[in-house]
């Protein structure tokens, strides 16, 4: 078992110095960073593995092929799920996107309704509001309890027959909520609504268990689980995806094209038009392998600690007010310092070489709920210490003094 420094020993970029101060890196919500090992795995595919998949005969071409299934795999292998119901996407957004549009057009029909929460980041509000306004579904809203959480008696009073999807985050980016993602998908169903798991913030940071969870969607990226931009992951419950139409239509998809008409590749590929993301698809599975070798229970109770001190620190701290539940919640807090804009919050920290991040974080409809217009955030992964909570507390104070509320 790696130590946290020999963890931190492992990312280059943790040495860097910001504003002549060491890096403390606490903006993981909006991307991670990559361990060498991460690195190392697509240098190597690139300098002696590398070439098209799906398509030549050639030894690079079949070599590269096998990476990349094999990549399929330990992602399907990460979320404990059948890996012919994982596809590659460029991300989070796009896998929802997908949703909404393969599935939603086909299955979700004028009158029925969407389900969705006020918490949920735009990726997950957008596409369901295009499709809705598209189909002429109706959007409704679980309603919030004072703390952050799902009201779970007003919800359920909301899923009835007419509800043909549920879209939910696991994991609030901005409260941190984690929502119990298993009730509401035995709810769902008990109704006969599908539900689309936006994984985004709790796939990095925890166990999941798709096989228990038993959503029909689940999205997350690989920016945020210490792989690179440009990849992501849905999974669909395989028999679902049989029934839907590509998204993307072009290359790859297909399995006989004629000048005026095609037919469908299988799952996965059916949905992975084009040549895929095949390098950055080697990224996210050394990612994986790397978080599984340190172990996702353990990433789970190290972020759980950090945030626990984070805001134990925080909401003792005249002036500071943290949003979301105050218990269990994901690895961060978010908050507001009484008359800071969050913005030179973040850049006052900045200057001491902390790296926080300030704004609506992609989700206004809930800041309009908070009743505030931007936040600040700091959020934590395998690689933060106790330390870099305390300097955060320090930052705080330090801004408070600079802006003369001390
Ligand atoms: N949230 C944040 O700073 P993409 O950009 O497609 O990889 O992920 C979108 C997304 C979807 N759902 C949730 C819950 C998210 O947190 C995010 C990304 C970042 O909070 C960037 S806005």
Redesign the pocket.
Known sequence: MKTVEEIRRDFPILSLKVNGRPLVYL?N???SQKPIQVLNAYCRFCESRYANVHRGVHTLAETATGDYEEARKTLADLVQADARGVVFT?????S?NLVAQSYGRKFIKHGQAILMTPM??H??LVPWQVLARAVGAELRFWPLNQDGTLDMVEGRKLLDARVAMVAV?H????LGTINPVREIVEMAHRVGAKVLV?G??AAPHMPVNLSEIGADFY?F?G??MCGSTGI?VLYGRPEILEDMDPFMTGGEMIREVWLDHATWNEIPHKFEAGTPPITEAISIAAAARYLQEIGMDWIHAHDTMLTARAWELLAAEPGVTLYGPAGERGALVTFNVAGVHPHDLAALLDRDGIAI?AGH??AQPLHRWLGVQATA?ASFYLYNTPEEVDALLEGVRAAKKVLQLV
């Open positions: 903006d919500a909006a991307s460029r991300g989070t957004t796009e929802i949920e980041h990726a997950n985050a994991v609030s980016n901005v936006d985004a913030q999205a990226s920016h945020k992501g991040r974080h992609c955030r």
